[in-house]
């Protein structure tokens, strides 16, 4: 059996104002066509199939696209979980109906009842379905009040699931959690506060195979078949060195026997670049999402507007100069003694790295200095 683990698609999200659904629908045509091409047979998903709880029309649209598509004409059964960005009544809506054509979803603790049963050629393999939860909701669902961080709702959940798995049958679990020890980037929402969201991975060992959601970055989790597939597209800067895609899993007669990274290309990529503005501006014109770093050490003006016109996706600027601690003012003394003409001169010799003019002095001095006087500034 093959199996494409897939999670954390935050379909709808929008990164530095930058909408990403265009680049999410890119990368699902090219899931659909893999699937077209290779037939696995299941598709799961470990959760944040939205990046909101109450997810915009032309989200909830392309998710319905790619649905309709993968489980009513390639035929390809389709297993989905609640992540903690998801809203959980809304995507478990119509789940008992959905389930006959295919589509497997599980949002609330309430639909955790029985396992998913599919076949191969050598018999059934169960999927245990655990959605995003939080311990307080599952201290009343499980009516246990000693369930009070994640790792005990977790464990309240695989005992539910193990109660249910029969002996001898191959058996996935799909989760979406935070497991200890695991690589985190700036994309993540945390679950809590002073690490009381994570799990063990210990939870997880009984199953021949743990697809997990939440971390974006492709990684295991403590063992080679408790693994994270990674998010559907780079969501922040610090994921810049992942490679994203999908983890192709092979169940052979007993039990998990490999998992292959599959990666498509974005239709732009994140990166960084890094230079002089002069420099940079002669580049080559990028659409790619940037985050540029300059290292000029003078004053510059509409930096964004500048870089834009080049690059038209800068997202981000940094820059480890400061015009304070570089400045000729900086050894200048008190500005509060200096006049406005005297601190507008050095301002403007900093930006243009020419001295203020006697004519532009005079011009100051004409325009400026009486709307200070009728404000009340003075020339403190």
Same mark, same amino acid.
């Given at each position: 059996?093959?199996?494409?683990?897939? /999670?954390?698609?935050?379909?709808g =999200?929008?990164?530095? =104002?930058?909408?990403?659904?265009?680049?999410?629908?890119?990368?699902?045509?090219?899931?659909?066509?893999?699937?077209?091409?290779? =037939?696995?047979?299941?598709?799961?998903?470990?959760?944040d199939?939205?990046?909101?709880?109450?997810?915009?029309?032309?989200?909830?649209?392309?998710?319905?696209?790619?649905?309709?598509?993968?489980?009513?004409?390639?035929?390809?059964?389709?297993?989905?979980?609640?992540?903690?960005?998801?809203?959980?009544?809304?995507?478990?809506?119509?789940?008992?109906?959905?389930?006959?054509?295919?589509?497997?979803?599980?949002?609330?603790?309430?639909?955790?009842?029985?396992?998913?049963?599919?076949?191969?050629?050598?018999?059934?393999?169960?999927?245990?379905?655990l959605?995003?939860?939080?311990?307080?909701?599952?201290?009343?669902?499980?009516?246990?009040?000693?369930?009070?961080?994640?790792?005990?709702?977790?464990?309240?959940?695989?005992?539910?699931?193990?109660?249910?798995?029969?002996?001898?049958?191959?058996s996935?679990?799909?989760?979406?959690?935070f497991?200890?020890?695991?690589?985190?980037?700036?994309?993540?929402?945390?679950?809590?506060?002073?690490?009381?969201?994570?799990?063990?991975?210990?939870?997880?060992?009984?199953?021949?195979? /743990? /697809?997990?959601?939440?971390?974006?970055?492709?990684?295991?989790?403590?063992a080679?078949?408790?693994?994270?597939?990674?998010?559907l597209?780079?969501?922040?800067?610090?994921?810049?060195?992942h490679q994203?895609?999908?983890?192709?899993?092979?169940?052979?007669?007993?039990?998990?026997?490999?998992?292959?990274?599959?990666?498509?290309?974005?239709?732009?990529?994140?990166?960084?670049?890094?230079?002089?503005?002069?420099?940079?501006?002669?580049?080559?014109?990028?659409?790619?999402?940037?985050?540029?770093?300059?290292?000029?050490?003078? /004053?510059?003006?509409?930096?964004?507007?500048q870089?834009r016109?080049?690059?038209?996706?800068?997202?981000?600027?940094?820059?480890?100069?400061?015009?304070?601690?570089?400045?000729?003012?900086?050894?200048?003394?008190?500005?509060?003694?200096?006049?406005?003409?005297e601190?507008?001169?050095?301002?403007?010799?900093?930006?243009?790295?020419?001295?203020?003019?006697?004519?532009?002095?005079?011009?100051?001095?004409?325009?400026?200095?009486?709307?200070l006087?009728?404000?009340?500034?003075?020339?403190?």
């Amino acid at each position: 059996m093959k199996i494409l683990h897939t /999670a954390d698609w935050h379909i709808g =999200r929008v990164l530095n =104002r930058f909408s990403l659904l265009e680049d999410q629908q890119v990368m699902l045509d090219q899931l659909l066509g893999y699937m077209q091409e290779q =037939r696995p047979d299941a598709l799961v998903i470990a959760g944040d199939i939205y990046d909101r709880s109450v997810p915009p029309e032309d989200a909830v649209a392309l998710l319905d696209g790619f649905l309709s598509q993968a489980v009513l004409e390639l035929k390809i059964p389709t297993l989905m979980i609640a992540g903690n960005h998801d809203g959980q009544e809304r995507l478990g809506f119509a789940s008992g109906m959905l389930e006959q054509a295919g589509l497997h979803v599980v949002g609330r603790l309430p639909e955790l009842h029985k396992p998913i049963i599919l076949e191969d050629e050598h018999g059934p393999v169960c999927f245990h379905l655990l959605p995003y939860m939080q311990p307080k909701t599952a201290q009343s669902f499980f009516g246990d009040e000693n369930i009070r961080s994640h790792d005990d709702a977790m464990a309240a959940m695989v005992a539910r699931a193990r109660e249910s798995q029969p002996e001898g049958v191959r058996s996935m679990v799909v989760a979406h959690a935070f497991v200890t020890g695991c690589s985190i980037s700036d994309s993540e929402r945390s679950l809590t506060v002073g690490g009381t969201g994570e799990v063990s991975a210990d939870h997880f060992r009984c199953f021949d195979y /743990a /697809a997990l959601g939440h971390l974006h970055g492709p990684q295991q989790a403590g063992a080679e078949h408790i693994r994270y597939s990674g998010s559907l597209l780079k969501y922040s800067f610090s994921e810049v060195s992942h490679q994203k895609g999908f983890s192709l899993v092979h169940f052979g007669k007993d039990g998990f026997e490999q998992v292959e990274q599959i990666s498509f290309p974005p239709r732009r990529e994140m990166r960084e670049i890094k230079g002089e503005l002069a420099d940079l501006l002669s580049g080559d014109g990028s659409e790619d999402y940037l985050r540029v770093h300059l290292t000029d050490e003078k /004053a510059l003006l509409d930096l964004m507007g500048q870089l834009r016109s080049i690059y038209p996706n800068v997202m981000e600027i940094k820059r480890n100069w400061s015009p304070v601690a570089s400045s000729s003012l900086a050894g200048q003394g008190n500005y509060a003694e200096r006049t406005p003409l005297e601190l507008f001169s050095d301002f403007y010799e900093q930006v243009t790295e020419t001295p203020l003019s006697s004519d532009q002095s005079e011009a100051f001095a004409t325009v400026v200095e009486p709307l200070l006087h009728e404000a009340g500034g003075g020339e403190a």
